[in-house]
């Protein structure tokens, strides 16, 4: 059983930067690819950034945040994160922190196990 916990979100200008954060509980986490989806209103949820639990593991991006986000995690702490640069507009959606343990595709929703609550993020123009 893991449990998410998503924080960091908020009201930012265009252009400018946030970091959320994702607690996880659970002693299984260190097994789970965590990912990032983002959902806006009217649209569907979408895959944003996810990685692997080992040190090195790959790191995977929409195109839509290429070269903008970047994941990161710490085992150590139990803990996930979303650096968000050069945001725009379109950036806004509530942003979810999920984790999964099968080997399903990374950018399906119904891949994941376990997902959090949500946290909002609106960029202003």
């Known amino acids: 059983q893991v449990q998410l916990v998503e924080s960091g979100g908020g009201l930012v200008q265009t252009g400018g930067s946030l970091k959320l954060s994702c607690a996880a509980s659970?002693?299984?986490?260190?097994?789970?690819?965590m990912a990032w989806f983002r959902q806006a209103p009217g649209k569907e949820r979408e895959f944003v950034a996810g990685?692997?639990?080992?040190?090195?593991?790959?790191?995977y991006y929409a195109d839509s945040v290429k070269g903008r986000f970047t994941i990161s995690r710490d085992n150590s702490k139990n803990m996930v994160y979303l650096h968000m640069n050069s945001l725009k507009p379109e950036d806004t959606a509530v942003y979810y922190c999920?984790?999964?343990?099968?080997?399903?595709?990374?950018?399906?929703?119904?891949?994941?196990?376990?997902w959090g609550q949500g946290t909002q993020v609106t960029v202003s123009s």
């Open positions: 990685k692997n639990w080992w040190s090195g593991a790959s790191t």
């Open positions: 659970g002693r299984t986490f260190n097994s789970y690819f």
């Open positions: 999920a984790a999964k343990g099968g080997t399903g595709s990374r950018d399906r929703v119904r891949e994941y196990d376990y």
